[in-house]
């Protein structure tokens, strides 16, 4: 089968042995992957391994086989794949067994993928399959974020720099909905366009001064992913008392942080990274019931997926990245 693989320091398109179904898991016959971040962080955190991996988190398509014991799906089922793997009630943190699909397991960016039935979830039938490649990774983490640890409430002010991002669109959609006010920052005049249009209620360049802009605002709730280059930034505009959630750092992971002024103000900083399987489910429903759909970006062929890598490398993009399978 065709497949994007890293292999000996190498990325490329290549054919690869199509996967045998064991005891619990599922084959599925991917139409669409969704591309994220961490993709393209999988070459160097491998280095030169020599062994292929097929890249990849996001992912949907159609059971095609079902191993021994299976009886939750049948063949022509239609899915998505849940990359948060062997993480199912909600809890503060996964256990030990928590791992991301796509390293050191076999991802989606290939025809077809061999994983434990526990890791599938019914497609949306509103969504279509680009839309529903790009809901599992980039929703959940937002979720999380936003829900479980943010603990967003209605008329609360929520602040999330770097607005094009795909968790970040997730967010302004989610907390739209559930009637916060909602503030982003872009380094693109086109991003914050497209912000607004799609629930921000005030979007500023990532570039300006914050503390000026938001004068008159008072911010419960930051959501950070952007790293060092916004985090210090972010903390000034935080009322004080407020929250802080971080799940990425796009620019650096290293930053100074201030105790005197940290303590002062009496922050709190969450940590969250992707969600349980709980969570999944309760944003597919919330997802549903609001019929919110992902922004997609763009939509490539899998064969062109180093171009779709090239594509978030310059932070071009606006919401997700979708391949085509088939
Ligand atoms: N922990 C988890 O479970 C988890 C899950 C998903 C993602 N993540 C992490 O979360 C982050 C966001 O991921 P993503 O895939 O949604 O988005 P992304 O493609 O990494 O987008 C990052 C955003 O950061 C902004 N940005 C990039 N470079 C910047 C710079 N030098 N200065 C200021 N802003 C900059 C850009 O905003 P503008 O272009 O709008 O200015 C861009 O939209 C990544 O670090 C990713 O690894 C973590």
Known sequence: MKAFVH?????????????????????????????????????????????PLILGSDGAGIVESVGEG????????EVLINPSLRWYEKSNA????????????????????????????KKPAYLSWQESATVALAGLTGYRALVTKGQIQEGQTVFIPGAGSGVATFLIQFAKQMGARVIV?????????????????????????????????????VIESVGRSTFNRSLNVLKQGGRI?????????????????????????LGTTMGSREELRDMLSFIETHQIHPIIDSVLPLEHTSEAF?????????????LQIT
């Open 310 to 322: 090239a594509k978030l490398d310059e932070s071009v993009q606006f919401g997700k990245i979708v």
């Open 7 to 51: 292999e000996n320091s190498e990325l490329k398109f290549t054919d690869i042995a199509k996967p045998e179904v064991g005891k619990g898991e599922v084959i599925v016959a991917l139409k669409t992957a969704g591309l994220n971040r961490r993709d393209t962080k999988i070459p160097l955190r491998r280095g030169d391994a020599k062994e």
């Open 185 to 221: 920052t872009s380094r693109s005049e086109e991003k914050r366009r497209q912000a607004t249009e799609i629930g921000a209620d005030l979007a500023i360049d990532t570039n300006s001064d914050w503390q000026i802009e938001l004068k008159n605002e008072c911010v419960d709730l």
């Open 70 to 77: 299976v009886t939750a799906w049948q063949v022509g089922d």
């Open 245 to 269: 959630v971080v799940f990425g750092a796009t620019t650096e992971d290293i930053v100074d942080l201030n105790l005197r002024e940290f303590f002062y103000g009496q922050y709190t900083l």
């Open 94 to 121: 996964p256990s030990a067994k928590f791992d991301i699909l796509g390293m050191p397991d076999h991802g989606t960016f290939a025809e077809k993928i061999c994983i434990s039935a526990e890791q599938l979830e």
